[in-house]
T-cell receptor
Framework: GAVVSQHPSRVICKSGTSVKIECRSL??????MFWYRQFPKQSLMLMAT?????????EQGVEKDKFLINHASLTLSTLTVTSAHPEDSSFYIC????????????FGNGTRLTVT | QKEVEQNSGPLSVPEGAIASLNCTYS??????FFWYRQYSGKSPELIMS????GDKEDGRFTAQLNKASQYVSLLIRDSQPSDSATYLC????????????FGGGTRVLVKP
């Protein structure tokens, strides 16, 4: 089955620093990957769509200069949280699907970010 | 109206009973429907996909799709405490650029 790997699983950083999260599709190519954020006891919120070889598409209200997305290859997308603040503490999850019609999304294991 | 709606629950069911979860969606032309299970602190995992009207069974899970009424449901037979989780309904919504749109999830509690 399609496997999506996300790293790191957990990170604690100080306020003002930047954190990079990697998302890899291990056994398929993904021209598109999706980044979600989930606060405790809330539903998944799509942050942005990562497009291989072009700019990411951000959802309304998501700051593109704060959440930098790079999708340099068909198997890797990265999300960098720049100048992190405590309110950025959340569970960040990436997802991707094989390029087959109606194929479901497969999720990485998520990254728990804590900004102190 | 939200694009994908679910009752937030919690849905409390005794062990061994059937848990019935419902999901309605707004886009009449949606073609792909998925159920994900999410344990607390974990990422969602796919448990069922359904594309045609009717029932689809996989082990203790049955997905039911009715496109005319725009709803999709999930039945969990012989519910186990390990089934306690949040279940997310996801639908490809054309108006959202064919992105997979998630409902808010239904929290299920299976009591021994």
């Amino acid at each position: 089955g399609a496997v999506v790997s996300q790293h790191p699983s957990r990170v604690i950083c100080k306020s003002g620093t930047s954190v990079k999260i990697e998302c890899r599709s291990l056994d398929f190519q993904a021209t598109t990957m999706f980044w979600y954020r989930q606060f405790p006891k809330q539903s998944l919120m799509l942050m942005a769509t990562s497009n291989e070889g072009s700019k990411a598409t951000y959802e309304q209200g998501v700051e593109k200069d704060k959440f930098l997305i790079n999708h340099a290859s068909l198997t890797l997308s990265t999300l960098t949280v720049t100048s992190a603040h405590p309110e950025d503490s959340s569970f960040y999850i990436c997802s991707a699907s094989p390029q087959i019609k109606n194929s479901p999304l497969h999720f990485g294991n998520g990254t728990r970010l804590t900004v102190t | 109206q939200k694009e994908v709606e679910q009752n937030s629950g919690p849905l409390s069911v005794p062990e061994g009973a059937i848990a019935s979860l419902n999901c309605t969606y707004s886009d009449r032309v949606s073609q792909s429907f998925f159920w994900y299970r999410q344990y607390s602190g974990k990422s969602p995992e796919l448990i069922m996909s359904i594309y045609s009207n009717g029932d689809k069974e996989d082990g203790r899970f049955t997905a039911q799709l009715n496109k005319a009424s725009q709803y999709v449901s999930l039945l969990i037979r012989d519910s186990q405490p390990s089934d306690s989780a949040t279940y997310l309904c996801a639908v490809n919504i054309k108006a959202a650029g064919n992105k997979l749109t998630f409902g808010g999830g239904t929290r299920v509690l299976v009591k021994p």
